[in-house]
């Protein structure tokens, strides 16, 4: 497989702006020309070696911070957009989506938003019975969407945040446990830590301070949103200026956001970053080790795995994904160039749905993507009853996974043939996007292929795609 080259003509453009240099002085320290740095930046030529070295040399740079992840996030974003019906036959061809995400970020980003935009009203109109008369019936993305756009677009590395909770977990003693630290705190500032048979996880009484904890939930659960509401306390301040930083554009996402960061603060404390990335590569990301010594849900370990993205000590980039029994992706993130759809299901015959059928146990597979990218996929099914007995448990599979190139570093690859072709099935994104013209797990067909139907032959699917 062909080396891909690297554009980072617009990262190129931003540090050197954020350093105050001219083209003329960047060059200089880079040791090219000057026509020779303004073809780069204009993705005219990749990135080579020697300006690699150079960066990282001379500024100190993580060289990992010109992977191409955004500009791969932002092609599939758009490849799906554009996949709607809407457009019909225009589809640009990849090679335009690929410069204008390395060349115009912002105008991509701006597309996607367009068509966010226009989905949701096309769903409003659809309803229209509903609809009328609703003073909140807006066309701006949902809170829900906003946020998860947000975590997306940040790696699923948010470091100010990470660092403050590697900082509150260094506090704990040989002695100690994360929990008895918490505990300490809450009791610190006059607030009761209660165990109440309930069904809510947590609920904090802010005028009487008191914090019950479901005596139902697990005692990993217990922990997390004991950690979760101590950051909302503690941690309010950096929260708040994440989340001005974030500029959301309703209270309800800014809402739904700071739960998301006091979740993030909560695991990064759970999981603390460099204690959590050297267990992981002492292990080699074996899932129930680093359940059992951080006190951590194997879900939990997963996730972050897949956030162990900061600058100049980054882990494995992961893909992490979560998915109902209807195979509807309720969480979403990937700092490899596997891109989940935004809008519907995940390809069927990816192993995640067949985590279902065999419960409690791990699911290996070897999967090739249609641009030929190579991956080792692990899933696993996880239950979380509801504590008693006719409570409603929920279902879901999770599936974490990165390209097979680190393969060695994972336990689970170890009596793997990697280096057999045959042995990676098949899968995609979405059905509309996906390029293969003989998946016998096709949903809808392809928009970017001619389709022939012969009412005389029947195959697998009803017509062949060209």
């Known amino acids: 497989m062909p080396t891909q080259k690297l554009y980072a003509g617009a990262k190129l453009r931003e540090m050197r702006t954020r350093l105050g240099l001219t083209q003329k002085e960047f060059a200089a320290k880079l040791g090219v020309s000057l026509p020779y740095l303004n073809q780069m930046e204009n993705n005219n030529r990749p990135v080579s070696t020697t300006v690699v070295l150079a960066l990282a040399q001379e500024f100190g740079l993580d060289v990992t911070e010109l992977s191409t992840g955004d500009s791969e ?9 554009l996949a709607d019906p809407v457009f019909a036959d225009t589809m640009p061809p990849l090679a335009d989506l690929r410069l204008t995400a390395s060349n115009a970020p912002a105008l991509a980003r701006a597309f996607i938003e367009l068509h966010r935009s226009y989905r949701q009203t096309h769903e409003r109109l659809a309803s229209l019975d509903e609809a009328l008369g609703r003073e909140d019936a807006r066309t701006q993305a949902s809170p829900w969407d906003e946020v998860r756009d947000f975590f997306h677009y940040c790696d699923n590395y948010i470091d100010a945040v990470d660092r403050a909770a590697e900082n509150f977990a260094s506090q704990v003693g040989p002695s100690q446990d994360i929990r008895s630290v918490a505990m300490a705190q809450m ?18 009484d802010a005028e009487r301070k008191i914090l019950r904890l479901s005596s139902r939930a697990t005692p990993q659960t217990q922990v997390f949103q004991l950690l979760l509401q101590l950051a909302l306390i503690v941690q309010g301040q950096l929260i708040e200026a994440t989340l001005d930083l974030a500029r959301f554009h309703s209270d309800a996402a800014r809402s739904i956001a700071k739960i998301g960061l006091a979740n ?47 600058p100049g000590a980054k882990g494995i980039p992961f893909f992490f994904v979560r998915v109902d029994q209807a195979g509807t992706i309720t969480k979403r993130h990937s700092a490899t160039r596997l891109q989940f ?3 519907g299901g995940a390809c069927p015959l990816w192993n995640v749905h067949r985590a279902f059928e065999t419960p ?7 999967a090739e993507t249609p641009d030929g990218v190579r991956y080792i996929s692990l899933a696993r099914d996880v239950s979380k009853p509801g504590g008693s007995f006719g409570a409603p448990v929920r279902r879901y599979a999770i599936a974490l996974g990165c390209e097979v190139a680190h393969a060695g570093s994972l336990v689970y690859a170890d009596d793997l ?40 032959e029947r195959g697998v699917l009803p017509y062949q795609v060209g």
């Open 73 to 81: 996030r932002l092609v599939s974003d758009m490849r799906e957009a």
């Open 187 to 204: 009791s610190a500032r006059g607030i009761v830590v209660a165990l109440v048979d309930m069904d809510s996880l947590r609920q904090f």
């Open 264 to 310: 993030y603060f909560a695991g990064a404390a759970l999981m603390p970053y460099r204690a959590f990335l050297a267990a992981a590569q002492e292990c080699r990301h074996d899932l129930e080790q680093l359940s059992l010594r951080f006190g951590a849900s194997i879900e939990q370990v997963a996730h972050r795995l897949s956030t162990l993205q900061r």
């Open 341 to 343: 759809a935004r809008f």
């Open 360 to 366: 409690g146990r791990f699911l290996r597979q070897l």
């Open 417 to 456: 043939d990697v280096s057999k072709t045959g042995g990676f099935e098949p899968i995609g994104i979405s059905c509309r996007i996906c390029e293969r013209t003989n998946c016998h797990q096709r949903s809808v067909p392809p928009l970017e292929r001619r389709l022939t139907i012969d009412e005389n």
